[in-house]
């Protein structure tokens, strides 16, 4: 059974940051997919954060880059998600996610790969006060 065991997250002020991981447990292919984040804040449908192809290919909203870091730790199974210079607008819940490695490298939207994932972690709140 696969489980991605998310933790980080919390609450800071507007300019701080914060670092989220996702642990994979009975994964069976770690070495050959694609891991990303998505966020979902309180009457918005889920969105596309970053993604972490296994070849090291990454990508990132436009709403994030340049702040979001995603990297991964194939040793330990786990993906992270560094998140600095923080805004309000990023308060959100926060779910790491895993699928097929094509997913982060087809060229297709992060909706679409959101759409796509198999498995997914329970989520972790963020929250950004002004």
């Known amino acids: 059974q696969v489980q991605l065991v998310q933790s980080g997250g919390g609450s800071v002020q507007a300019g701080g940051s914060l670092r989220l991981s996702c642990t994979a447990f009975?994964?069976?292919?770690?070495?050959?997919?694609?891991m990303g984040w998505f966020r979902q804040a309180p009457g918005k449908k889920r969105e596309g954060v970053a993604t972490f192809a296994s070849d090291g290919r990454t990508r990132y909203a436009d709403s994030v880059k340049g702040r979001f870091t995603i990297s991964k730790d194939n040793a330990n199974y786990t993906v992270y998600l560094q998140m600095n210079s923080l805004k309000h607008e990023d308060t959100a819940m926060y779910y790491c996610?895993?699928?097929?490695?094509?997913?982060?490298?087809?060229?297709?939207?992060?909706?679409?790969?959101?759409?796509?994932?198999?498995?997914w972690g329970e989520g972790t709140l963020v929250t950004i006060s002004p």
């Open positions: 996610a895993a699928g097929i490695f094509s997913l982060c490298t087809d060229g297709q939207d992060l909706d679409w790969v959101r759409a796509g994932m198999d498995y």
């Open positions: 009975g994964y069976t292919y770690y070495s050959d997919d694609c």
